[in-house]
């Protein structure tokens, strides 16, 4: 398993500022991700935080919107941009383990909210 | 790109009863499929899994089918009990390296059990 810790666990934001989202995790892990999480909605992906390099986005996110940084095997963040109400969410990070082990944990999440 | 289907939204059993959430999925690449639990205000939980090349996972009161032909997968739940209760993600992967996979989710599942 993984210990991941994310932080803050909330915030409120007043709508064009950014905030950023750090997720630390116990162990070294091959993968890291970052997912959002809109009211009562799914998990959509957002991007694969790739270490030491730039991160792949999902269609639909820019990396001006979201620039994600991965400076180690252990460590991410991502920063939400000129918010907007619409950038209420929660914001999740996910890790994978290396090995072959394909079990994807989840961090407790973010939750955004701007006014 | 994948995309998951995922049926019901909301599912209310009485207690002992069984519950089958259903999905499908789109890309025939796709070779793991996860299923998530996530309790109100908590990160996602995996629950059970199952591989391409299986198909059928058993883990107590829970189990999951695969059908690779028509290319759905569903979970059952016997003996359902209050502690059931919290939506339910379905989720195919996209293929990586070393195992590690990025995850399309289902739309989710409500499961209300009552006593």
């Known amino acids: 398993s993984a210990v991941i810790s994310q932080k803050p666990s909330r915030d409120i934001c007043q709508r064009g500022t950014s905030l950023t989202i750090q997720c630390q995790v116990d162990s070294q892990v091959t993968m890291m991700f970052w997912y959002r999480q809109q009211p009562g909605q799914s998990l959509t992906l957002i991007a694969t935080?790739?270490?030491?390099?730039?991160?792949?986005?999902e269609s639909g996110f820019v990396i001006d919107k979201f620039p994600i940084s991965r400076p180690n095997l252990t460590f991410s963040t991502l920063t939400v941009s000129n918010m907007s109400p619409e950038d209420s969410s929660i914001y999740l990070c996910?890790?994978?383990?290396?090995?072959?082990?394909?079990?994807?944990?989840f961090g407790q999440g973010t939750r955004l909210t701007v006014v | 790109g994948e995309n998951v289907e995922q049926h019901p939204s909301t599912l209310s059993v009485q207690e002992g009863d069984s519950a089958v959430i259903k999905c499908t999925y789109s890309d025939s690449a796709s070779n793991y499929f996860p299923w998530y639990k996530q309790e109100l205000g908590k990160r996602p939980q995996l629950i059970i899994d199952?591989?391409?090349?299986?198909g059928e996972k058993k883990d107590q009161r829970i189990a999951v089918t695969l059908n690779k032909t028509a290319k759905h997968f569903s979970l059952h739940i016997t003996e359902t009990q209050p502690e059931d209760s919290a939506v339910y993600f379905c989720a195919a992967s996209l293929g990586g390296i070393q195992g590690a996979q990025k995850l399309v989710f289902g739309q989710g599942t409500r499961l209300t059990i009552n006593p």
């Open positions: 996910s890790v994978v383990h290396s090995g072959g082990d394909t079990e994807a944990f």
């Open positions: 935080a790739n270490q030491g390099s730039e991160a792949t986005y």
């Open positions: 199952i591989r391409s090349n299986v």
